[in-house]
């Protein structure tokens, strides 16, 4: 057992005690964000005079050290340390003797751990983002494909009016672009420093908070010492963007899956992503989109679970806190596994255009089109669906689509149809008659299309001026 504190105990922590209490197996995933702190703070100290130049030399340099022994694995991360934090400061106390012991002057395991833990995942943040950009970046290639494959658009999964490929994609387009504007205002908002905070009160150390707070990329530190310590607000933020973007994929999912089924047949998923059955030899089953599908409730678990964690705990750090990691590493590791498998699924899948557009010819998806056509030649719009109706009646009594009818047989039903009739309701005209921003109609696609590559073509990443990675410029002081 290798703990921080036992100053004022006179009996050993009970064994099961210190494994309950113990953080270590999971606080190690950010071993690289809690040296990449304690050189920020080091740095500090340094440059406020606390500690002397060498003395921080001395520490920025070990911690850099056991970090690449940790890189590289000269040096393991063992559970006889409590938490990440005991690993770090016994390793350079070992290394560095009594300078090693300065380490921690005007700081408190709870700031660190915030600190860490707002590190973490700011930078899964990004990862988040681009996997989700690169998925945009799939989904409008195959949109500029599509803007002329013709499919049924559905409402309570009945076929309802004729669309595009590209249209239906372009929903998602939207709902992963939401994502992303999300993940930016998340970052923004996450991005203060609690370092400096202490235990809750901030410290008599005259502190730099924001120097730490410039050299690891912060717009600035925390503003009250009690909710630096005790925030976990960005957690519950990602969680709720990373559940977000889990409904999306599997709505898409559940759509893949029904046009994957033979029923539909209006793709075929990738012998790569799919697989086969044990006994049944003809199987050829779509797992990775029902994996995740199946792994979104996973995902809301762990958004649920720190939702209920912080509403009973009063200020300011309660242990209880220490369950915001698991579960939230676990969501963020799943949700990019998710994308990456998706964007991949979706990239190498077949597209049966022909099975789509006899989907749509097959549906009465022109119903509605027809009924326009009556109101164009002076029919009330009520009465015009009630003799659609009676056409489509008609039609499913024997068989056939509007288009298919006579006519004469039109006539007999609604004296007003003309010989211009087939052409008002053909499928492409349905569709690229729809022409107001937004609608599937060839020439506003291809101009939402144009908006969307404008919007890849600029990276919020780039422009917010975002700066990551180990603290910076403390070495040449
Ligand atoms: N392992 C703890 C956590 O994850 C670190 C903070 C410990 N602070 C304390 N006062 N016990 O929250």
């Not at 500029?144 to 929903?171: N, R, V, Y």
């Not at 925390?222 to 310590?229: A, F, G, H, K, P």
Request: glycine share 6%.
């Amino acid at each position: 057992m290798a703990q921080l504190w036992g100053g004022r105990f006179t009996k050993e922590t009970d064994q099961l005690v210190y494994n309950f209490n113990a953080s270590i197996s999971f606080d190690q995933k950010f071993y690289r964000q809690d040296i990449e702190g304690s050189i920020a703070h080091v740095c500090m100290l340094g440059k406020q005079g606390i500690l002397t130049k060498e003395e921080m030399q001395a520490i920025v340099k070990t911690l850099d050290e056991i970090r690449s022994d940790v890189e590289e694995g000269r040096l393991a991360i063992t559970d006889e340390y409590e938490d990440i934090h005991s690993f770090v400061e016994a390793n350079l106390i070992d290394r560095l003797g009594d300078t090693g012991k300065k380490l921690h002057t005007g700081r408190s395991r709870n700031d660190q751990v915030a600190l860490d833990m707002r590190l973490y995942t700011r930078l899964e943040v990004l990862y988040t983002d681009t996997l989700v950009k690169e998925l945009l970046e799939e989904l409008l290639k195959l949109m500029e494909e599509h803007t002329e494959t013709i499919m049924p658009g559905f409402t309570h999964l009945q076929k309802a009016q004729p669309i595009t490929l590209a249209h239906h994609l372009g929903a998602y387009f939207e709902m992963f672009k939401r994502d992303r504007s999300r993940l930016r205002d998340i970052y923004a908002r996450m991005n203060v420093c609690p370092l400096g905070a202490g235990a809750l009160a901030g410290t008599t150390y005259p502190l730099d908070r924001d120097y730490t707070a410039e050299l690891m990329g912060f717009a600035g530190p925390t503003l009250n010492s009690m909710d630096s310590v005790s925030d976990r607000d960005y957690v519950i933020e990602f969680l709720s963007a990373l559940s977000t973007i889990m409904m999306h994929l599997s709505r898409f999912c559940e759509e893949i899956i029904i046009w994957n089924s033979n029923e539909y047949q209006f793709v075929e998923i990738d012998d790569a992503y799919s697989t086969g059955s044990s006994i049944m030899p003809q199987k050829k089953n779509p797992d990775i989109a029902e994996l995740v599908r199946g792994k979104t409730g996973r995902v809301y678990g762990a958004l649920l679970s720190i939702l209920t964690t912080m509403k009973g705990i009063p200020l300011a750090y309660n242990k209880d806190m220490q369950e915001d990691k698991e579960l939230t590493f676990d969501a963020i590791d799943t949700v990019k596994g998710c994308l990456a498998l998706f964007t991949g699924m979706i990239s190498t899948m077949t597209f049966h255009a022909d099975r789509m557009s006899e989907s749509a010819r097959h549906g009465f998806t022109n119903a509605t089109d027809a009924a326009d056509y009556l109101v164009n030649h002076g029919v009330p719009f009520r009465d015009a669906h009630g003799i659609v109706g009676r056409v489509v009646l008609y039609c499913l009594e024997r068989g056939i689509a509007i288009d298919d009818m006579s006519l004469d047989e039109l006539k007999s039903i609604c004296p007003v149809f003309e010989e211009d009739i087939y052409d008002a309701i053909s499928m492409e005209s349905c569709v690229n008659r729809r022409l107001t921003i937004g609608a599937p109609g060839k020439e506003a696609m291809e101009q939402v299309i144009a908006i969307e590559k404008e919007y890849l073509a600029h990276d919020w990443q780039d422009e917010d001026g975002i700066v990551q990675g180990m603290a910076h410029g403390c070495e040449e002081m």
